[in-house]
Nanobody, 115 residues
Framework: QVQLVESGGGLVQAGGSLRLSCAAS????????MGWYRQAPGKQRELVAA???????NYADSVKGRFTISRDNAQNTVYLQMNSLKPEDTAVYYC?????????WGQGTQVTVSS
């Protein structure tokens, strides 16, 4: 089992920045990929960014150049630095970990960007 705890969401004006954190605990040795997803009201959950255990990253086209995913292996933590935020980035952001044939999810953190 893997437990994920997110933090760092909140309310920010358009053009502002936020940094999300996701701390993993438990059977973290089984994790291959960690990522951030988001779900806006009335929309499907979508991948925002992901990072492999080797450091390879992947981003949704809508956030490329604005968001950066990184990980601190010593702290078992993944970060999502979000810059130049837009109102359309408003959503609940979920941390996810994939490995060992399972996927694990955090409880979600709300990000609201006002225009």
């Amino acid at each position: 089992q893997v437990q994920l705890v997110e933090s760092g969401g909140g309310l920010v004006q358009a053009g502002g920045s936020l940094r999300l954190s996701c701390a993993a605990s438990g059977s973290i040795f089984s994790i291959n990929v960690m990522g951030w997803y988001r779900q806006a009201p009335g929309k499907q959950r979508e991948l925002v960014a992901a990072i492999t255990s080797g450091g390879t990253t992947n981003y949704a086209d809508s956030v490329k150049g604005r968001f950066t995913i990184s990980r601190d292996n010593a702290q078992n933590t993944v970060y999502l630095q979000m810059n130049s935020l837009k109102p359309e980035d408003t959503a609940v952001y979920y941390c996810a970990a994939i490995g060992g044939g399972y996927d694990y999810w955090g409880q979600g953190t709300q990000v609201t960007v006002s225009s």
